[in-house]
């Protein structure tokens, strides 16, 4: 147990809706990071968020978006799903900007029909 | 961001050791290697990283040539519980692990 929860685990949804996937990092750790798994494109980093700012952005499409909250738990939303969109969804947090390590959630399993 | 290389897969026997081999041949004075593994129905899970020096950790060992062109992660006693895509990655200046770029990795099979 990496310390790093997210919910949901699983996640059904349509074509041209919307959902928010919520993280929390481990205890003290003030860095969120978001990676996507699919099986076409391998794990890809999204974002990085630090004590609530953005920090980097990847290949994140416009139609997603993120927030890191003062409590310091994220959520990254998803909007006019598309089926391509279905993947994995991982959550990764560290204790600084720039940690050695990266301690990755157990993940959201997006699934648009 | 400088690329590396791995063997798509590898094979061992329980108990044996294991040497999973990177090229990072474009890797610049300061980059990290870092190494990530994935288990079945898990996220990654950081192994070990180093900068130009061999590491030893409870995971594993790091050596990295003297050229740091390559480098191999080395489990002791390979266990089943190993088994994993295992990812080398190099990230940037200062050791910073703002963003990891996963590539494919090598998917280690253990047999018992």
């Known amino acids: 147990d990496s310390g790093v929860t997210q919910t949901p685990k699983h996640l059904i949804t349509a074509t041209g809706q919307r959902v928010t996937l919520r993280c929390s990092p481990r205890?003290?750790?003030?860095?969120v990071y978001w990676y996507q798994q699919s099986l076409d494109q391998g794990l890809q980093f999204l974002i990085h968020?630090?004590?609530?700012?953005?920090?980097a952005k990847g290949n994140i499409l416009e139609r997603f978006s993120a927030q890191q909250f003062p409590d310091l738990h994220s959520e990254l939303n998803l909007s006019s799903l598309e089926l391509g969109d279905s993947a994995l969804y991982f959550c990764a947090s560290s204790v600084d900007v720039d940690s050695y390590e990266q301690y990755f959630g157990p993940g959201t399993r997006l699934t648009v029909t | 961001d400088a690329k590396t290389t791995q063997p798509n897969s590898m094979e061992s026997n329980e108990e044996e050791p294991v040497h999973l081999p990177c090229n990072h041949s474009?890797?610049?004075?300061?980059?990290?290697i870092h190494w990530y593994r994935q288990l079945p129905s898990q996220g990654p899970e950081y192994v070990i990283h180093g900068l130009t020096s061999n590491v030893n950790n409870r995971m594993a060992s790091l050596a990295i040539a003297e050229d740091r062109k390559s480098s191999t992660l080395i489990l002791h006693r390979a266990t089943l519980r190993d088994a994993a895509v295992y990812y080398c990655i190099l990230t940037g200046s200062r050791g910073g692990s703002e963003k990891l770029v996963f590539g494919k990795g090598t998917k280690l099979t253990v047999n018992p």
């Open positions: 205890s003290g750790d003030l860095s």
């Open positions: 968020y630090y004590n609530g700012e953005e920090r």
């Open positions: 474009t890797i610049s004075g300061t980059d990290y």
